[in-house]
């Protein structure tokens, strides 16, 4: 069974930047539909960003955008959000899930409903504090 791995999570100063990845050890990510997510204490689950498997579209969230932009690396089979000028706002359990829906428009309208994700990874710790 596909299991997600998130990593790159820590402790950082405001203004700051982190590169979380995300992998699933013995499963290729390339044809896989990967979300980004946060969760803050006593808050629901926010989409950040979405990219479509096999190298097609990607959508960020308005609220990150900017400053967050999510890729692929296929040649380490992950795929990476990378987070500049973190502010401690941005201090959450960080989450990366996959989709089944294969959709066109997935990312564009699906891609930050955690409902539309079928997969999720244990989450990596980032927090924002000086």
């Known amino acids: 069974q596909l299991q997600l791995v998130e990593s790159g999570g820590g402790l950082v100063q405001p203004g700051g930047s982190l590169r979380l990845s995300c992998t699933a050890p013995?499963?290729?990510?390339?044809?896989?539909?990967i979300g980004w997510f946060r969760q803050a204490p006593g808050k629901e689950r926010e989409g950040l960003a979405c990219?479509?498997?096999?190298?097609?579209?990607?959508d960020v969230a308005a609220s990150v955008k900017g400053r967050f932009t999510i890729s692929r690396d296929n040649a380490k089979n992950t795929v990476d959000l990378q987070m500049n000028s973190l502010q401690p706002e941005d201090t959450a359990v960080y989450y990366c899930a996959t989709a089944r829906d294969f959709s066109s428009d997935f990312c564009r309208n699906r891609g930050e409903n955690v409902f539309s994700y079928d997969n999720w990874g244990q989450g990596t710790q980032v927090t924002v504090s000086s």
């Open positions: 990219i479509r498997g096999s190298g097609g579209q990607s």
């Open positions: 013995g499963f290729t990510l390339d044809y896989s539909n």
